[in-house]
RNA sequence: GCGACACUAGCUCAGUUGGAUAGAGCGUCGGCCUCCGAAGCCGAAGGUCGCAGGUUCGAAUCCUGCGUGUCGCGCCA
């Protein structure tokens, strides 16, 4: 389908190269929404430095020009040189229609579909996903979705923290605590690592065995690996059940941690240091990005190989984002990886471009976000004082928004069945769901927020369960015309009260929202639109009966709340939140 | 010491990449259910956009300096 913001584009085109001639026929005309008019061009201002025109003068010549008769009502010059146009409603009726029978609701697919590496979640083997990983893992996921849904083939990366030392004290805590250790001694996650650790730090002899352990490991000894293994495997399996509840995307297929490109540290550090970017210094290989300098003015090191041999997590990145670009062909490289690692990873950017593996058109994103703040403004933890599990976090999200679903259950009026008990429980976790991810995404992400759950469930203002709220009213009332037989489709639609013309028009902005997102990376635009579009519907919903009015405008009206529904569902959707029917 | 990020209404946050009178929500005050879900809608009050300079027709937005806070800066990830 075509956008009102491609039609008009190109009628300026043409008034642009009429009045200045076809050299600026090209230029953007920066069309944007106005609170004078539906959309006002700034093109005239823009243009003075090349035309020379004072921008009032230039403006009243384009809008002169401008072959615009069918498309508004009105074009007017105003302020220092806005052109502001009121479209003719026969206009927005048009294209708003074109939207009711485009499948993909005006979300165009991307002209040139990319292979894009997402890197999120990625929490450790052997402890549970706790509130330090929900931002990345609902982040993630809410772009893997996006990215998607525009055609381009995404690559989730769960990049588990599977190898490395701290695995030689849980493999030999496994041993000691025998048989059976596969339904019982690792089921709590927390403590199997919180007790191996202990015994690694109070007994020098249990250390020593840790570290020969670390050994037989990375020296692929066979009884070695299968004990990791099954840590391994113990872990994912509690990794996918907060994936399935929190209704992320990310599957066991999607797992490439530490633990695959051990084989590849080696090829890794070789091919940088005989590439002359990687030099021995204080007994360790390092290579030396240049532009970062720390302490004393010294340039900071990207580490590849420790003094012992061994090697850290630099050398790991290294070996995934070449991985990642050669192995899996990605173009674009996106890590939803916290705020504090950026210079870390700009490093490992640097070095991949010297090393000649990241060359445009690919390039490497830091998709980086603040800290969940309990409402001490501190870190998120819990009473004791230790990190939030996740699953914990989940349940009672579920029994705060049980609570509130059969709460407003109760005060249902006549004519609306009350929902049974399976509905509101399948109701109360999709609330849940909604309240913790929206919370999530609705702000910058770059900023630290605080985990409420009285802000987040918040059944006004900018929460998810709103949005659902404004969906869930909106389907009941395509419920009653079902059940009156009247039809949904392929109505004639008409905009001529004010709020069917926000509302058209708000609609009409969604796909330009996605694509906002697919370029910033930065879900909170998509929020800030659903929300502006649950807004308007909320008003015209106000304003404007549907069921009651002439079959006509009924018809009509039917048409735009079938189309807000479907955006919000799908909108929603892309932020890996659902739209229940009813709630 | 060097660097990154943040600072907008009492609170929580937007601000379409330099455009018109800086917008929402919460909270406060005042209206609206014989009418499609009031989990809603409408209205009012509320601002030195951290501070000071600069760039230009125009700055919350770009540049410089300063302040406050958070986080980084060699063998943890």
């Known amino acids: 389908m075509t956008t009102i913001q491609q039609v008009l584009a190109e009628r300026f085109d043409r008034a642009l190269a009429k009045v200045y001639g076809p050299e600026l026929a090209g230029a953007d005309p920066l069309l944007r929404r106005s609170d004078h008019a539906d959309f006002q061009s700034n093109i005239a201002l823009s243009l003075k430095k090349r035309t020379g025109d004072n921008p009032r003068d230039g403006a009243a010549k384009i809008a002169q020009a401008l072959d615009s008769a069918d498309l508004c009502d009105r074009v007017e010059v105003s302020g220092p040189g806005f052109i502001n146009l009121h479209l003719k409603a026969s206009f927005v009726a048009d294209v708003v229609g074109q939207l009711g029978a485009d499948p993909r609701l005006g979300v165009a697919l991307a002209a040139r579909p990319e292979t894009v590496v997402i890197d999120y979640s990625s929490p450790n083997i052997a402890k549970e996903l706790h509130a330090g990983h929900l931002r ?110 929190l209704g992320i995307t990310m599957r066991d297929g999607d797992a490439a941690g530490e633990s695959l490109f051990n084989s590849r540290l080696e090829p890794t550090v070789r091919e940088l240091t005989d590439k002359g970017l990687a030099v021995e210094s204080e007994g360790a290989i390092c290579v030396f990005p240049p532009g970062f300098k720390g302490k004393e003015g010294k340039p900071v090191p990207l580490i590849i190989r420790k003094q012992d041999g061994g090697y850290g997590y630099a050398t790991t990145d290294l070996a995934a984002i070449r991985y990642r670009l050669h192995d899996l ?68 999200g579920d029994d705060r928004a049980l609570a509130l679903v059969r709460e407003k259950n109760a005060e249902r009026g006549e004519g ?58 909106n389907r009941s009332i395509l419920r009653k015309a079902a059940a009156q037989g009247l039809s949904l489709e392929a109505a004639h639609i008409t905009v001529e009260a004010p709020e069917e013309r926000a509302l058209a028009l708000a609609l009409l902005s969604f796909g330009g929202a996605v ?51 479907r955006v919000l569902a799908q909108g929603l959707g892309l932020l890996g939140i659902e739209a229940p029917e009813r709630m």
């Open 416 to 473: 609306d069945e009350p929902l049974s008990e399976g509905e509101l429980a399948a109701a109360a976790h999709a609330v849940a769901i909604a309240a913790i991810k929206y919370a999530d995404l609705s702000a910058d992400r770059v900023k630290d927020y605080v985990f409420s759950w009285a802000r987040m469930l918040a059944t006004i203002g900018n929460t998810g369960p709103y949005l659902q709220y404004a969906h869930a009213r």
């Open 515 to 565: 694509h906002d997102v697919v370029a910033s990376l930065e879900p909170h635009r998509l929020c800030t639109y659903l929300y502006d579009l649950a807004s308007t519907y909320s008003t015209f919903y106000a304003k404007c009966p549907v069921l009651k009015a002439e079959p006509a405008a009924r018809a009509s009206r039917l048409a735009l709340v079938a189309l807000t529904a």
């Open 136 to 245: 990345s893992t609902v982040i993630g996921d809410a772009l893997a979705r996006t990215l998607e849904a525009v055609g381009h083939r995404v690559v989730r990366q769960n990049h588990l923290g599977d190898w490395g030392t701290p695995f030689g004290m849980l493999i030999e805590h496994l041993l000691d605590l025998g048989e059976g250790v596969g339904d019982k001694g690792v089921a709590d996650l927390n403590e199997f690592y919180r007790a191996a650790r202990e015994k690694f730090d109070g007994s020098p002899d249990f250390a020593e065995r840790a570290r020969r352990r670390v050994v037989l490991l990375q020296g692929g000894d066979a009884p070695t690996l299968e004990l990791w293994q099954r840590l391994v495997d113990e872990s994912k399996r509690t990794f996918r059940a907060v994936y399935d509840r």
């Open 329 to 396: 062909g990605a173009t674009r490289v996106i890590y939803v990886v916290g705020a504090p690692q950026a210079q870390h990873l700009t490093m490992v950017y640097k070095t991949a471009e010297l090393a000649g593996w990241l060359v445009p058109p690919a390039r490497a994103e830091h998709v980086a976000f603040g800290s969940v703040l309990g409402e001490d403004g501190k870190m998120l933890k819990s009473r004791t004082g230790e990190s939030v599990k996740l699953m914990e976090l989940l349940q009672e």
